[in-house]
């Protein structure tokens, strides 16, 4: 890629992390009802959000706290919340590293469809009931098929669409020829 062409790239997209740490969440109780705090106390919150930004892979810290609050309503069950599995998730969510918001609203639905997965088969295992097993299971799969269907479509989107076959072994019988080196199709305009 020439220099030119290198800097017609967003910014957004050459990402880089500062923080080797992903942000983390606590619980607090208030009166009856207990809630996240999205900006802990023991952080500062511009240092918080900073850190938020750079694991969601985005700029604007309204954005990385909507892609927060959308995982955790994702890992919500039953409207309880588990803060480990939160923090747990954006662990995971930092070290796929989105480089984009694109990238960043597909790993979030990545986490989400994995943590469900993984859910729904604990679900399954922890019941006796046959019929109820299956339908966990069942939902256990869709979410992994999920999972899987959301890797490549990353792997896709940071490889920019194109793809790369490899050949790890070949073998020419005498009397046979080989091509060593790069092999393009034929150009039209030329016999």
């Not at 309204?62 to 609050?69: D, F, I, N, R, V």
């Not at 309880?80 to 662990?91: F, P, R």
Request: net charge neutral; with cysteine; glycine share 8%.
């Amino acid at each position: 890629m020439s220099a030119a062409s290198s800097s017609d790239i967003p910014a957004v997209y050459s990402h880089t992390r500062r923080y080797t740490e992903p942000p983390r969440v606590e619980m607090i109780e208030s009166g009856l009802e207990s809630d996240f705090s999205t900006s802990p106390a023991s952080v500062q919150k511009t240092t918080w959000s900073d850190r938020l930004c750079d694991t969601f892979g985005v700029e604007n810290p309204a954005a990385a706290k909507s892609l927060l609050y959308t995982l955790i309503q994702g890992l919500q069950t039953g409207g309880y919340k588990d803060v480990e599995t939160i923090n747990g998730a954006l662990a995971m969510v930092h070290q796929i590293a989105p480089q984009s918001p694109e990238e960043a609203v597909l790993v979030v639905q990545l986490v989400i469809a994995h943590q469900q997965s993984i859910l729904q088969l604990s679900m399954a295992a922890a019941i006796g009931y046959v019929p109820y097993t299956f339908e966990r299971t069942r939902f256990a799969l869709k979410f992994m098929d999920l999972t899987g269907k959301l890797t490549e479509r990353l792997a896709k989107m940071r490889r920019g669409g194109q793809q790369t076959v490899r050949v790890e072994h070949v073998h020419v019988h005498s009397g046979g020829a080989a091509i060593v080196g790069n092999v393009s199709p034929k150009d039209e305009g030329r016999t």
